[in-house]
């Protein structure tokens, strides 16, 4: 039977929450299809992160061990996941769309000579193949691939598409092999810095729960506090539009959209945002959408689940009151 391998991501012995999301995913080609999903973790020590995945509704879990895994390196993990293809063949390989998996698969699709389907928000499965969807032109139309190469299919999902709460727990544990790689001495050619952040303040928004993000709307840069006083209330993170953190009043790591962060969070409250397409596509998949803005005719209403229409400055202030009331 031909088998889907999800490869969720750690980092330093932390798993990456949108791999949930991947697995759901997993989940929902495996019933379409009627393929068996399987799952695999790479690193050095990651017994327990196996364990955590052996939990969900999988046939079988994969410990990829090697010490070179740790810390992570393309070479490394390209390596490793070639040798393990090569011994536990796969129909189709996905994982999430993230800044580490962006690195290697690249390179890994590449010595395995064959293709890689990225940044994909949708699947189906029709006369007899799978169709992968993917956004162009920063979402404004979006297009149905297929592969035609030799398999493995690499197929990274964007953050989002899928949701992570929606992902089925097994009834039982499913089975943990450890497969130990050999990663010879020479593959890997650079050795690690400490992982660069540009400020103190950088923020990775895919993990979080909540955001409230600003837009134009806000007009000024002082009024950013009152934004922030709503977030801090809610224990979620602040973010923003394009325009915000191209005036400089918020560093680009808050930003979110095609050309910065995209999200999903539980509940993502947009402030004083009209909603342009280079915005909706990096949050659109937020589970509830609360959209503050005074036109009525905001694009962002067409997705918000919550709209409200006024200004922020009248709306903004009892809220965070009645939110701090609430949790007293």
């Known amino acids: ?98 800044y580490q998996v962006r690195d290697f698969v690249p390179k890994l699709a590449t010595a395995m000579q064959t293709t890689a389907i990225t940044d994909v928000i949708g699947f189906r499965y029709e006369g007899g193949k799978p169709l992968f969807t993917r956004q162009m032109f920063q979402g404004k139309f979006v297009a149905d691939v297929s592969f035609a190469g030799s398999e493995p299919c690499f197929v990274t999902f964007q953050n989002g598409s899928f949701r992570a709460d929606k992902v089925e727990a097994g009834a039982v544990a499913a089975p943990i092999e450890t497969v130990s790689v050999d990663v010879p001495d020479g593959v890997v050619r650079n050795k690690p810095q400490e992982v660069f952040k540009e400020a103190k303040q950088a923020v990775d928004l895919t993990q979080a729960e909540i955001i409230v993000s600003v837009g134009r709307g806000i007009k000024e840069q002082k009024n950013i506090e009152l934004a922030k006083q709503l977030a801090d209330a809610l224990g979620g993170e602040l973010a923003a539009s394009r325009p915000i953190c191209d005036n400089g009043w918020l560093p680009m790591d808050r930003q979110v959209g095609s050309s910065g962060q995209t999200v999903a969070p539980k509940l993502y409250l947009a402030l004083g945002i009209s909603g342009a397409i280079q915005h909706m596509v990096g949050m659109k998949g937020s589970r509830s959408i609360v959209a503050i803005n005074k036109d009525s005719e905001a694009p962002i209403f067409e997705i918000a689940d919550y709209a409200v229409v006024g200004n922020l400055f009248d709306i903004v202030p009892p809220l965070i009151e009645e939110i701090k009331k609430a949790k007293a």
Do not use: C
Request: hydrophobic residues 50%.
């Open 1 to 98: 039977m031909d088998t889907i391998l999800v490869v969720v991501e750690q980092r330093e012995g932390k798993l990456n929450r949108v791999s949930w999301e991947t697995i759901t995913a997993g989940q929902a080609i495996a019933a379409q299809t009627g393929w068996t999903l399987e799952a695999a973790v790479v690193g050095s020590g990651v017994a327990a992160i196996a364990g955590d995945v052996a939990a969900k509704k999988v046939a079988k879990v994969y410990d990829i061990e090697s010490v070179r895994l740790e810390p992570y390196t393309p070479d490394a993990f390209a390596h490793a996941l070639k040798e393990f293809l090569g011994k536990h063949p796969a129909k189709l390989v996905l994982m999430p769309h993230t």
